[in-house]
């Protein structure tokens, strides 16, 4: 059973940073996709950015450039490091696993092609 921990949320001022932390642990086998998605208050919940197992990345439009995602060695750890954060950034922030992997960038991003989640941290960002 693959166990996610999300850490790293907080409140911040337009234009600041976060860094969003996720401890992935009950998982061996090497082919998965693993990334951050939001659900903002009365919206459905949208991926952010995600990483595979051969390192391969995507993002939302609406992030690139302002967002990175990266992973530890070990690939224990997902991070999230925001910059330039808006108040259109403000939302519950979701770490997800899935057991695939696909160069399609809308694939990457749809969160029904995860299979765990976990308990989300809030990103709250004031004007």
């Known amino acids: 059973q693959v166990q996610l921990v999300e850490s790293g949320g907080g409140s911040v001022q337009a234009g600041g940073s976060l860094r969003l932390s996720c401890a992935a642990s009950?998982?061996?086998?090497?082919?998965?996709?693993m990334g951050w998605f939001r659900q903002a208050p009365g919206k459905e919940r949208e991926g952010v950015a995600v990483i595979d197992s051969d390192g391969m990345t995507a993002y939302a439009d609406s992030v690139k450039g302002r967002f990175t995602i990266s992973q530890d060695n070990a690939k224990n750890n997902l991070y999230l490091q925001m910059n330039s954060l808006k108040p259109e950034d403000t939302a519950m922030y979701y770490c997800?696993?899935?057991?695939?992997?696909?160069?399609?960038?809308?694939?990457?991003?749809?969160?029904?092609?995860?299979?765990?989640w976990g308990q989300g941290t809030q990103v709250t960002v004031s004007s």
């Open positions: 997800a696993h899935g057991r695939f992997a696909s160069s399609a960038v809308w694939v990457k991003l749809n969160p029904r092609h995860y299979n765990y």
């Open positions: 009950g998982y061996t086998y090497s082919t998965y996709s």
